[in-house]
Every structure is written in structure tokens, then in C-alpha cells.
């Protein structure tokens, strides 16, 4: 479990403390600090988004943890695909509903590839990824000001293996949540 | 800080020579460097005159730039029967054929304060003559690897016929950090490795730095927004600007024209990338493709009229050439594969690519209609070539497998020979090729 150091430093780097539960933080707690503190990094733009909203539990339908590990907060695509499949498209509805329901948020859908690719191409592949799932997003009724995308190639990794194990978690689209910057 | 240090005087003096100075495009000391495998040229490179530290270190660089090009083979000075007393002392060219060096550089380097002058001759040994005048470059002493990098390309020059590529630099991502979360900085260093400078510290995502057409500006894409889009530095005073702010769109994949002034590069909006010059004078904007499909990695022709790019318009990633105005472009690639990262030579005779073929990466040339293809490299990731400035060599990215896999720099000739690695201070990927310096 080498991402579970990663994911508590980024914990306190983030002034998450109010997290009470770190065992909760498996591969998908992880997988998701990975990808903001992959964003914050990159650009920073999570400062005021995610950086200063409580987790919460999992369990508790209201909190940003509650989108991210019961919802569910990515979808995995096919290799060189960006086609929502059936089960993303089961997420993607979790979230839209939970997104109309909690319209003080925004949200950021980051696309992602696997590293079997060339750099432009699969920011390209990434983009197409990140914006397959706002199309779906707003086809369940999310208002599209809300919603905006990124792509990240294959910069951002969710898993470092050089396998399809790992690939199949990286060809992804990672819906971030960014509180009080709703419309 | 400057990127490129002028020499004070460079190039500056022929010094007269007698006679032999047409040898170079006929004489028999001559290396065809598109043939097969060769064997490498023998020469003899006695240190420099002037007894000095710097004249050592010059003589040095100069043979490591002629050896590294696994073209040329230096003599050891063990195996010298004579020694080269003075410049302008005669050679004693049988003492030099006896070792068999068919080529002979002599050199003198003088100091004077904080200048330091370097002159040089090259001789055929076999045809007991010159090849060609000699040379003196003058410049200060933090410039002395330049000279000897002026002496090796002269060198080079007269013997291959082929253009001069070692004072030059490139422009590259050093990387740092987890696979998971790598740090990406923008530097650039000589074409050997040497003199590493960072342009723009780990606080924003930088991809893939692409050089002016003289060398005065580097384009790169830029996490800085939050979001990836093209900038460009002046090389002087490291100074950035963003090309393209339109909200709701990324830019990436940019590269200048040949004239300097247009910039081609890709722009996604709504999931779909297409191609775009901007005029960086009159901020104009021209929309080059308008297709559902990927199109990415544009790179003009040296002559500005065409440009080359891939695009998943059949399917999978493939290599097309269009009119430098958009409009109808043909396929060029015809291999089984993916085809990603087409760059067109200086020379204007070949395009570089990266191909995926089963599972494997590799780094190929074509010819501008994509016949001829020949691959060079094969790994578990190769990608991104970039031309020296003589379209001889190419240098590209590749990356180890796995969890701890980590890029680093490589070059390679376009006959497939001399793979090896370029020495960065870490790892290093998105290398870009400047062009020879002034």
C-alpha cells in the first residue's frame, strides 16, 4: 500500500484534518487525493475548491466523501475509447443526482490516460474523456456552467504499474467537486 | 540569465593556409554517413598548444564530439609517434599515417584576461594536405566549450559534408517526483548534456518546449491556469506570456513556422481538438482543421508551406500532410500501427514519428510522401523525436516501466546507429532541438 503515506501527507497538506477515519483511505480514498493533489499541484486552481471543504464520512450522503467513495467519483474508459460505458453511466447519474441536489458545488471533470500513448495525443484522448462525462453529466440535468473539464494525459496516474491493471484505473474521468463556486 | 552566450567574435578569422582548401567536397577523406555500417575514421587530436588547463579541456570536448557521433575514432596519444611541437610547425605526416590517422587536428589556445582564442587546422594525413583553411574563434573563457564545439562541428563538416550540429542546445522537462505525481520544470542545456539551466520552477505543469526558429523564444504548455495552454518565453530574459487565454478551450502541442512569426497548435473545446495558427503579431487566429477527430502534433515543413500533423480521423492515429493554409490533407503513413509526433526534417527530406506497434514504441523516419519508412528505436516507450539542426540526429524521450519508471533523453542517427543516452541531472523527457547558434 505505497499511496497510503502519500495520501495522508496530502491530507495534512490540504488542512484535512478532520478526516477521523484514516483506514477509509484504500485505493479509491487514495486515488482520489492522488488526483487533486495532482491538480492542485499542477495549476493550483483547487486552493479555494476542495482544499477548504471538510470530507466528511462516507457514510453521510451530504459530505464530499460521500460523492467521492459511495457515489463514486471517476469512470474508466477503454483503451484509446472515451465512450461512457454502462456501469459509468450508473455513476454518472449517482452524480448528477447528487449534484442537483447540492447546487452550492461545481464541479471540475478531469480526463485521464494511460501512459501507452504519446503525450499531445492523450491530452487530446483526455479531453475527449473528460467531456464525454460533462456531456452526460448535463444530460441528467446538471446545468453546463457548472461543469467544467481538464485534461491531464497521462501526467497524472491514479496507479504507477506498467499493466493493464493499473491502465484499466488510469483511462479515467475523475469528476472533482469545488465547493461555494456553484451557480 | 541568457540562453546563448554570444562568442565575443566567432568565426572570426580564416587564417591563410596554402593551397588543399577544395578538398572538402572531393578529397578521399570523406564519410558518407547514410551508408550502412561503417567503420569510424581514424584521427589524432594532440592536445591543443598553449599549456593550459582550457586548452585541454578543449582538446578534450573536441574529441568526445567527434567520437560521440560513433563516426570517428580517436588515436590515443600513447600511440603517437610524433608530437606536434608548435601550430605552425610542419607535420610530419608520415609519423601520423604510421598510426594510421587519417585525419589530424592541431589546435594552439591562447588566453588573454577573460579572453581566450582557439585555433585549428585539419589535415588529410593520407593526402598530406589541409582540409580546408584553418579557423581561430575568440570568445571568453565560460564560452570555451562552445569553441570546441565550433572546432568539432568545423571538423565534422569538412569530413561527413554534412551540416554542423554541436553548438547547439535543447530544451527539455526535468522531472522529478512520484510517477503519480511527477514535478515538471522547464530547462535546457548544450546538446551534450552540459550547462543545465531551469527556466521555470515545479509550481505549474510544463509539457513539451519547443525553440524559435533562431532560438530567441521557447513555446511550451503550461498547467499554470489550471488548465493546459500554450506560452512562449523569450529566451533572454525568461519573460512568459500566454499565446491563448479563451476560457473553456485548452491549447497544446504548439509550434512556430519556419519565418518565426505563426504559431500552429492544437485547441480542444467540447472534447474535440483541431488545428490553429496564430499570428503572434497581429494576435490573428485561423482555424486550420474542423473535424470530429484528434488532430494534433503540427510541424511545418522548412519552407513554410506545408504542414505535417496525426490525426484519428480513420480510426487510429495516423500521418497526414495539408497545405500550411488548412484544407485537404493526404494520409501518408501506411503501416500497421498507431503513428503519433510527425516532425519534419530541417533538411526537408524526411519526417520523424513516433509508431506504436504492438505493444512496443518506436522511432522511425519516412519520406515527406511516407514511403521509405524505416524505424530506428524499439522499447517499451519511446516518443517525441526532435531533429538537430543538421536532420541528421535525432533525440527523443524514453520512458522505463513500471512503478519506478522513469524518463530520460536518448539520441539516435537516421541510419539507426549510435543509440544512446543523453546525460541529464535527473530524469528528463519532451527534449527539443535548437537551432545551431550564431
Same mark, same amino acid.
Given at each position: 500500500m505505497t499511496f497510503l503515506p502519500k495520501a495522508l501527507m496530502l491530507v495534512a497538506v490540504l488542512g484535512l484534518a478532520a478526516c477521523n477515519n484514516p483506514n477509509r483511505f484504500g485505493a479509491g480514498g487514495a486515488n482520489a487525493y492522488g488526483a487533486n493533489g495532482g491538480a492542485g499541484g499542477a495549476g493550483g486552481y483547487g486552493a479555494g475548491g476542495v482544499g477548504t471543504s471538510a470530507l466528511g464520512s462516507a457514510s453521510d450522503p451530504n459530505s464530499v466523501a460521500y460523492f467521492q467513495q459511495t457515489l463514486g467519483d471517476r469512470i474508466l474508459f477503454a483503451y484509446d475509447q472515451s465512450t461512457v460505458s454502462d456501469e459509468g453511466r450508473q455513476i454518472l447519474q449517482g452524480q448528477a443526482q447528487w449534484l442537483n441536489a447540492h447546487p452550492q458545488y461545481a464541479v471540475i471533470v478531469e480526463g485521464h490516460a494511460d501512459e501507452k500513448g504519446t503525450r499531445d495525443y492523450n491530452l487530446a484522448l483526455g479531453a475527449r474523456r473528460a467531456s464525454s462525462a460533462q456531456d452526460f453529466l448535463i444530460s441528467q440535468g446538471v446545468t453546463p456552467s457548472r461543469i467544467r473539464t481538464v485534461s491531464y494525459g497521462k501526467e497524472r496516474p491514479a496507479e504507477t504499474c506498467s499493466a493493464e491493471s493499473c491502465y484499466a484505473q488510469n483511462r479515467r474521468a475523475v469528476t472533482v467537486l469545488q465547493s461555494g463556486a456553484g451557480s | 540569465m541568457t540562453l546563448f552566450r554570444p562568442l565575443a567574435t566567432a568565426l572570426a578569422i580564416a587564417l591563410s593556409l596554402t593551397g588543399g582548401a577544395a578538398m572538402a567536397q572531393n578529397g578521399p577523406l570523406r564519410i558518407e554517413i547514410t551508408e550502412g555500417v561503417i567503420e569510424p575514421l581514424p584521427f589524432?587530436?594532440?592536445?591543443?598548444?598553449?599549456?593550459?588547463?582550457?586548452? @585541454? %579541456?578543449?582538446?578534450?570536448?573536441? $574529441?568526445a564530439d567527434l567520437s560521440g557521433t560513433g563516426l570517428f575514432r580517436e588515436i590515443p596519444s600513447s600511440a603517437y609517434i610524433s608530437q606536434v611541437s608548435s601550430f605552425d610547425a610542419p607535420v610530419a605526416f608520415n609519423d601520423w599515417k604510421a598510426i594510421n590517422a587519417q585525419a589530424l587536428i592541431t589546435g594552439a589556445v591562447t588566453t588573454s584576461g577573460n579572453q581566450v582564442t582557439v585555433k585549428f587546422r585539419l589535415f588529410d594525413v593520407f593526402a598530406g594536405q589541409p582540409l580546408g583553411d584553418g579557423l581561430q574563434f575568440t570568445g571568453t573563457a565560460d564560452t570555451w566549450r562552445r569553441m570546441a564545439h565550433k572546432v568539432a562541428d568545423a571538423v565534422?563538416? *569538412?569530413?561527413?559534408?554534412?551540416?554542423?550540429?554541436?553548438?547547439? *542546445?535543447?530544451?527539455?522537462? $526535468?522531472?522529478?517526483?512520484?510517477?503519480?505525481?511527477?514535478?515538471? *520544470?522547464?530547462?535546457?542545456?548544450?546538446? %551534450?548534456?552540459? @550547462?543545465?539551466?531551469?527556466?521555470? %520552477?515545479?509550481? $505549474?505543469?510544463?509539457?513539451?518546449?519547443?525553440?524559435s526558429p533562431q532560438g530567441n523564444q521557447?513555446?511550451?504548455?503550461s498547467y499554470a491556469s489550471g488548465f493546459p495552454r500554450i506560452n512562449v518565453m523569450n529566451a533572454a530574459n525568461l519573460q512568459t506570456r500566454s499565446l491563448d487565454q479563451q476560457p473553456g478551450t485548452m491549447t497544446f502541442a504548439p509550434r512556430f513556422s519556419p519565418n518565426g512569426r505563426t504559431v500552429v497548435f492544437s485547441l480542444e473545446q467540447g472534447g474535440n481538438s483541431d488545428l490553429y495558427t496564430l499570428d503572434t503579431q497581429s494576435g490573428q487566429r485561423r482555424q486550420l482543421t474542423n473535424s470530429p477527430s484528434i488532430e494534433t502534433g503540427p510541424s511545418f515543413s522548412p519552407d513554410g508551406s506545408q504542414i505535417t500533423f496525426e490525426s484519428d480521423r480513420s480510426g487510429t492515429s495516423q500521418i497526414y500532410v495539408m497545405s500550411a493554409n488548412g484544407g485537404e490533407a493526404r494520409r501518408i503513413s501506411a503501416g500497421d500501427g498507431r503513428y503519433n509526433t510527425p516532425v519534419w526534417s530541417p533538411r526537408g527530406d524526411l519526417i520523424a514519428f513516433t509508431k506504436q506497434s504492438e505493444g512496443r514504441f518506436h522511432i522511425g523516419v519516412m519520406r515527406t510522401d511516407g514511403s521509405e519508412e524505416r524505424l530506428l528505436t524499439s522499447s517499451f516507450l519511446d516518443e517525441g523525436p526532435t531533429w538537430a539542426p543538421n536532420g541528421r540526429v535525432l533525440m527523443f524521450t524514453r520512458e522505463s516501466a513500471g512503478a519506478d519508471g522513469a524518463a530520460a533523453l536518448y539520441s539516435v542517427d537516421i541510419s539507426g546507429r @549510435?543509440?544512446? *543516452?543523453?546525460?541529464?541531472?535527473? $530524469?528528463?523527457? %519532451?527534449p527539443a532541438w535548437s537551432p545551431l547558434l550564431p
Open positions: - | 589524432a587530436v594532440p592536445a591543443f598548444s598553449g599549456g593550459s588547463k582550457v586548452a @585541454n %579541456d578543449i582538446t578534450r570536448l573536441v $574529441a565534422y563538416s *569538412r569530413i561527413t559534408g554534412e551540416g554542423p550540429y554541436f553548438d547547439s *542546445r535543447v530544451a527539455f522537462v $526535468a522531472e522529478s517526483g512520484s510517477k503519480a505525481a511527477r514535478q515538471k *520544470r522547464l530547462a535546457i542545456m548544450d546538446y %551534450d548534456g552540459a @550547462n543545465v539551466q531551469y527556466l521555470t %520552477d515545479a509550481s $505549474a505543469l510544463v509539457l513539451a518546449p519547443r525553440f521557447i513555446l511550451f504548455t @549510435n543509440l544512446k *543516452r543523453v546525460p541529464t541531472p535527473g $530524469a528528463a523527457s %519532451d
